[in-house]
């Protein structure tokens, strides 16, 4: 007699569109990183206007769903940033058409050197699980109170490694330290005073999340591994006929 499982409870509409807009500000920031910015006395990749977003949008499911939701869909960005690095690479070594002028420009535009996308993705992992553990963290310390501490707190440290990490791999031996430690910190505070800003939109996304989903996850118990080989192997031997 064979048995039947029961089927796997979907995600929620809002938990999608969440984390949809987390990837889309993540892929959109590295596409459009390429241009400097200069805004006052900070020179920063354009990506700056958009960038913090994700973190927005990491912090919100974080507090919201939880510690192990955000590393799910941390490492789905993870994932769609390399499939735009291999089709943007792909679309640039497709011939041009002969009355197609722009190729060198297209090329130049949207094509990253190898060192920069590797600084770009190593430093996105460690920003983001640092944010969200952070979080995470504050959250159970706090008892659920004073958000206002932990989206702050967490941006602090996530965003300061986030920084250090890509500027550092991406232009050491190339740029002076003098001015590559400039940079770090120019993208630093600019990044915390864009949350500090967006403090008020959080408050008022996460309480409507919250309301509406009826979930306010505390990670009391969870394991903060980046990768939860444990759950893996459980969840394959129970997924095994």
Same mark, same amino acid.
């Given at each position: ?27 959109? %920031? ?45 490492? %789905? ?165």
């Amino acid at each position: 007699m064979s048995s039947e499982r029961a089927p796997r409870l979907s995600a929620s509409p809002l938990l999608i569109a969440t984390s949809s807009l987390f990837v889309a500000c993540l892929v959109t %920031s590295n596409i459009i990183a390429v241009k400097v910015a200069s805004l006052g006395p900070f020179s920063v990749p354009a990506a700056i206007v958009i960038f913090p977003l994700a973190y927005l949008f990491g912090d919100v499911l974080t507090e919201v769903w939880g510690y192990r939701t955000a590393r799910a869909v941390i490492w %789905s960005g993870f994932l769609a940033n390399i499939v735009v690095v291999l089709f943007i690479a792909a679309a640039i070594a497709v011939p041009a058409d002969s009355h197609y002028t722009d190729q060198p420009a297209y090329a130049r535009v949207l094509g990253e050197t190898p060192r920069i996308v590797l600084a770009s993705l190593i430093a996105y992992l460690a920003g983001e699980f640092l944010n969200a553990f952070v979080l995470a963290r504050l959250k159970v310390i706090t008892r659920g109170r004073l958000l206002w501490t932990r989206t702050i707190g967490s941006t602090l440290v996530g965003q300061g490694v986030d920084s250090a990490l890509f500027v550092t791999i991406a232009f050491a031996g190339v740029q002076p330290w003098s001015l590559l430690l400039v940079i770090i910190r120019d993208l630093w505070v600019l990044k915390v005073v864009y949350e500090v800003i967006a403090t008020p939109l959080t408050y008022a996304i996460v309480t409507v999340l919250k309301r509406v989903e009826g979930v306010d996850a505390f990670d009391s118990t969870t394991s903060f591994a980046p990768i939860p080989l444990r759950a893996l192997r459980a969840r394959l031997r129970t997924a095994s006929p």
